[in-house]
């Protein structure tokens, strides 16, 4: 069942929560998540960014330790060896839903991050100039102040009620429209962004795939194929690799 690589020339891959679930991040929505959905959406808010920086910084800095402490999987190694052994005509893309940055320590170099990466930290001034660094600190205590213009500093994620920003969805898009591969892992392939994704592949003429542990309900018709199971199991066999 192992995908030919040598057949396709633009090769975008969509990844969300489920690649991350093997390498010991649980999800921090749903049942086993260390927070209720509730305080999730009320805390990761950008209203809350705006009126309580502590409570933004108490939930999204808390993700920080376990995000430094988990290790990328034989699905992200998976996805970082194929694209190593793509030929230099062979265009390549990960998007990505996941904060937690695995895809980049697991060796890909073509990455875009969606909804930005949790271990960066930027200022909450649209106008000031500080760049986003990296920061490991959780800074739970206190919400850290910008050295430039005194205001808040925030985690560099997209918060509840905000847009993804103009650059990662512009990257996406363009890669979209001429792919002639699309495989979505780790999502559900009916809701945002895999379902926006795939109709635009599918009118690219793309072959699509979906890989997840849940199976489509409904079925998305614009997904031709599906593989359902562990992302981690099954992507080395798909992508023709044994990533160790
Ligand atoms: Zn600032």
Request: hydrophobic share 40%; proline share 7%.
């Amino acid at each position: 069942m192992s995908i030919d690589r040598a057949k396709y020339s633009r090769i975008v891959v969509l990844t969300g929560a489920g690649i991350s679930a093997a390498s010991g991040l649980r999800t921090y929505r749903g049942p086993d998540g260390v927070w209720e959905e509730h305080e999730v959406e009320k805390y990761g808010h950008a209203d809350a960014l705006a009126g309580r920086p502590e409570e933004t910084w108490r939930l999204f800095g808390g993700m920080r330790t376990p995000v430094l402490a988990a290790r990328p999987n034989a699905a992200h190694r998976a996805l970082a060896a194929w694209e190593a052994s793509l030929a230099a005509h062979q265009e390549f893309l990960i998007v990505t839903q996941n904060v937690d940055g695995l895809h980049q320590r697991a060796g890909s170099n073509k990455v875009v991050e969606l909804h930005g990466n949790l271990m960066h930290t930027r200022c909450s001034s649209p106008s000031c100039d500080l760049p986003a660094y990296r920061d490991e600190q959780s800074h739970q205590l206190k919400p850290p102040i910008c050295p430039r213009c005194g205001s808040v500093l925030r985690p560099d994620i997209v918060l509840f009620g905000e847009e993804i920003p103009a650059l990662p969805s512009w990257t996406a898009k363009r890669a979209l429209r001429g792919c002639d591969l699309f495989i979505a892992i780790g999502t559900s392939g009916l809701v945002t962004p895999a379902a926006n994704f795939v109709r635009s592949a599918e009118y690219a003429g793309a072959r699509t795939i979906l890989v997840n542990l849940e199976a489509m309900n409904p079925p998305n018709p614009a997904f031709k194929e599906q593989y359902l199971g562990p992302a981690e199991t099954l992507l080395p066999a798909l992508l023709g690799l044994d990533a160790g």
